[in-house]
């Protein structure tokens, strides 16, 4: 069993390492080239918990990725927004992997209005990652987000992930990302972000997103770093069930697909 769990870690580093920011992600952020740092709603806290400090319903979702077609690298995520007088609480629970080799994050995050136009969060977060029989190892690091709308049609949003490097030598990255989204009109948002991932590697990604019809909307992207192009589907039944979908596709490796589903009271 261990030469087969060797085997399989060695041949899927490569699968791994395009899918590193798998646990700081969303089905709305991938559906729009991975741009995630002007994101609004309970998926924020998957992504940059700025954006969940205006929400003030009680919300969970829950949502699950397929990497490739192969279930051994599906991740699975679960959120919870809690608004409070003082602010908005959030708890976020994602696995990514299987029984004999997974990565785990548990993050608890507090996002709070500073002014009428400003947003600011800090989450802090504990992974874990798990070989059976081999290894089994924790470590604690913390993120940090902001969003500022600088007008009536541009946001401005910035997250960092483990400023201080708590993460060096586990093959969790470093992030830095700063993005902008402009509301075109009432149905047309467009979004770009720069991402650089270990202060080294600069991603350049591109997003667009289209309300066909009321609740209704289409979303397309694209990554520069990964040469991916995006796309994505959001629905709301009744304006209370949120259902989002999104794809891409690899020359070599095939289709990967993401779905979740969120709701308020």
């Not at 490569?14 to 741009?35: D, E, K, T, V, Y």
């Not at 993005?179 to 009109?185: P, R, S």
Request: glycine share 8%; aromatic share 14%; charged share 10%.
């Amino acid at each position: 069993m261990k030469y087969i769990l060797h085997l399989f870690v060695f041949l899927a580093t490569p699968l791994l390492s395009l899918g590193q920011n798998s646990l700081i992600n969303s089905s709305i952020s991938s559906g729009i080239g991975n741009c995630y740092t002007t994101q609004e709603g309970v998926w924020s806290l998957s992504t940059n918990p700025a954006g969940v400090a205006n929400h003030n319903q009680y919300s969970i979702g829950v949502g699950l990725k397929n990497n490739f077609g192969m279930n051994e690298l599906s991740s699975r995520t679960f959120v919870s927004a809690i608004p409070t007088s003082s602010g908005v609480f959030g708890v976020s629970v994602q696995q990514y992997g299987f029984e004999l080799f997974n990565e785990n994050k548990f993050g608890i995050s507090f996002s709070k209005i500073l002014s009428k136009s400003f947003n600011t969060a800090i989450k802090i977060d504990y992974y874990n990652t798990h070989i059976e029989n081999l290894e089994n190892t924790g470590f604690f690091t913390f993120e940090l987000g902001v969003q500022k709308k600088l007008n009536k049609k541009l946001t401005l949003g910035s997250f960092i992930h483990d400023p201080l490097g708590l993460s060096t030598n586990t093959g969790i990255p470093s992030i830095i990302a700063v993005g902008l989204v402009y509301n075109v009109n009432n149905k047309v948002k467009m979004f770009s972000e720069t991402e650089s991932t270990n202060f080294n590697q600069m991603d350049l990604k591109l997003g667009l997103e289209y309300q066909i019809i009321e609740n209704m909307y289409l979303r397309s992207g694209y990554s520069s770093l990964s040469n991916k192009n995006t796309f994505g589907f959001s629905y709301n039944i009744y304006n209370k069930y949120l259902v989002d979908l999104s794809t891409y596709h690899h020359q070599t490796l095939g289709f990967s697909s993401q779905i979740s589903f969120s709701t308020s009271f």
